[in-house]
């Protein structure tokens, strides 16, 4: 079945920097990866998502590229400001179901 | 327009108890999944329900769990006899239609059950 690595599992960086987190997955029929962001105690919300027929999304400070033939997908997020700290977690579709990367806790200091 | 709700947001349970876990899609859509998220883990896919249907279960641990989709009302996951390592996070998500499972799946804020 899909199985979903990421890294890195934890990210510091400081405020107006970039991160960048990095997704590889098993399943070659995956088309579908959505990124999720998770707050303290709150359910995961989407934030940007892709499909195999794109290899590159923005939308404003976030973008997602996709190369299907290596099988791996990365976010990036520019300007960095305090409140993109959270955890963050990749997911690549199954017929039925997302399967989920182990997430990534950014931290951003100010 | 709500999102997806969940309650309870909190549930306590002693060893060998039932818990119900109850999830409203949000409007309009027919689909709903559950994942189970354990402490410093990524989310576990567990059922994937439409009105009426259980279409895939396979992340169902096969005893003492089990979920529905009634054609009204909220769905329903449901754990018997709760054990210590049944306490986590569970989150409903739904999406407006399956083409392939490219849908976008929108989620709940969690229900957290502690077991004692």
């Known amino acids: 079945g899909e199985n979903v690595e990421q890294h890195p599992s934890t990210l510091s960086v400081q405020e107006g920097d970039s991160a960048v987190i990095k997704c590889t997955y098993s399943d070659s029929a995956s088309n579908y990866f959505p990124w999720y962001k998770q707050e303290l105690g709150k359910g995961p919300q989407l934030i940007i998502d892709?499909?195999?027929?794109?290899g590159e999304k923005k939308d404003q400070r976030i973008a997602v590229t996709l190369n299907k033939t290596a099988k791996h997908f990365s976010l990036h997020i520019t300007e960095t400001q305090p409140e993109d700290s959270a955890v963050y977690f990749c997911?690549?579709?199954?017929?039925?179901?997302?399967?989920f990367g182990k997430g990534t806790t950014l931290s951003v200091s100010s | 327009n709500a999102g997806v709700m969940q309650n309870p947001r909190h549930l306590v349970r002693r060893r060998g108890q039932e818990a119900r876990l109850r999830c409203s899609p949000m409007?309009?859509?027919?689909?709903v999944y559950w994942y189970r998220q354990l402490p410093e883990e990524g989310l576990k896919f567990m059922v994937y329900?439409?009105?009426?249907?259980?279409?895939?279960e396979s992340g169902m641990p096969k005893e003492r769990f089990s979920a529905e989709f009634p054609k009204e009302g909220p769905s329903i996951l449901r754990i018997q006899q709760v054990v210590r390592g049944d306490s986590a996070a569970y989150f409903c998500?739904?999406?407006?239609?399956?083409?392939?499972?490219?849908?976008?799946?929108?989620f709940g804020p969690g229900t957290r059950l502690t077991v004692l």
């Open positions: 998500a739904s999406s407006l239609l399956q083409r392939g499972s490219t849908d976008t799946q929108y």
């Open positions: 892709i499909r195999s027929n794109v």
């Open positions: 997911a690549a579709s199954t017929k039925t179901a997302l399967i």
């Open positions: 409007k309009g859509h027919s689909h």
């Open positions: 329900l439409q009105k009426e249907n259980i279409i895939d």
